[in-house]
T-cell receptor
Framework: DAMVIQNPRYQVTQFGKPVTLSCSQTLNHNVMYWYQQKSSQAPKLLFHYYDKDFNNEADTPDNFQSRRPNTSFCFLDIRSPGLGDAAMYLC?????????????FGPGTRLTVL | DAKTTQPPSMDCAEGRAANLPCNHSTISGNEYVYWYRQIHSQGPQYIIHGLKNNETNEMASLIITEDRKSSTLILPHATLRDTAVYYCIVSATGANNLFFGTGTRLTVIP
């Protein structure tokens, strides 16, 4: 089945130690998104790629970076995780050109910062 | 994107219809109404969307008022697996972003 895959599902890192979260898709969608969801809060968009074009949300901290080496893969890099970065990180894909904005989400990676 | 207002929580008896309201009084003409849900510890899942007309699919029905200032998501026969947070989102045609509000936590009771 076509899907959005996130690895690992659970990630533990130490305060200040760089961490990379991975997302892959078999849907061949143009757009890939990264959301942050803290406990009991709604998902919040960090940034997205439209093909190779990177679009950062205005309030996304510089500590968060992303890479998309090809259509299928997208990575979220947190350069120096703080305790406040502990959250669920959700990857999603979409095809905005179809006229409406349906997004397909992966299961998420839950990040713990010690 | 227009903002949405939803009740924070609702209960529904198993087998009954769940009617989830959403207010979006500042919606623009080119903005769709989307509904997503998020089951505990999973990513959000698309349910349905609409522009002006009522819509129905295998998961739910979406009723949009004539002035488009509010809508209702209807799950016709709620099951325990429908327990989730339901998000009503308004987003413009072709927009890349979905801005999630606080949503409604629906609990289906046996």
């Amino acid at each position: 089945d076509a899907m959005v895959i996130q690895n690992p599902r659970y990630q533990v890192t130490q305060f200040g130690k760089p961490v990379t979260l991975s997302c892959s898709q078999t849907l061949n969608h143009n757009v890939m998104y990264w959301y942050q969801q803290k406990s009991s809060q709604a998902p919040k968009l960090l940034f997205h790629y439209y093909d190779k074009d990177f679009n950062n949300e205005a309030d996304t901290p510089d500590n968060f970076q992303s890479r998309r080496p090809n259509t299928s893969f997208c990575f979220l890099d947190i350069r120096s995780p703080g305790l406040g970065d502990a959250a669920m990180y959700l990857c999603a894909t979409g095809i905005p050109g179809q006229g409406f904005n349906e997004q397909f989400f992966g299961p998420g990676t839950r990040l713990t910062v010690l | 994107d227009a903002k949405t207002t939803q009740p924070p929580s609702m209960d529904c008896a198993e087998g009954r219809a769940a009617n989830l309201p959403c207010n979006h009084s500042t919606i623009s003409g080119n903005e769709y109404v989307y509904w997503y849900r998020q089951i505990h510890s999973q990513g959000p899942q698309y349910i349905i969307h609409g522009l002006k007309n009522n819509e129905t699919n295998e998961m739910a029905s979406l009723i949009i008022t004539e002035d488009r200032k509010s809508s209702t998501l209807i799950l016709p026969h709620a099951t325990l697996r429908d327990t989730a947070v339901y998000y009503c989102i308004v987003s413009a045609t072709g927009a890349n972003n979905l801005f999630f509000g606080t949503g409604t936590r629906l609990t289906v009771i046996p």
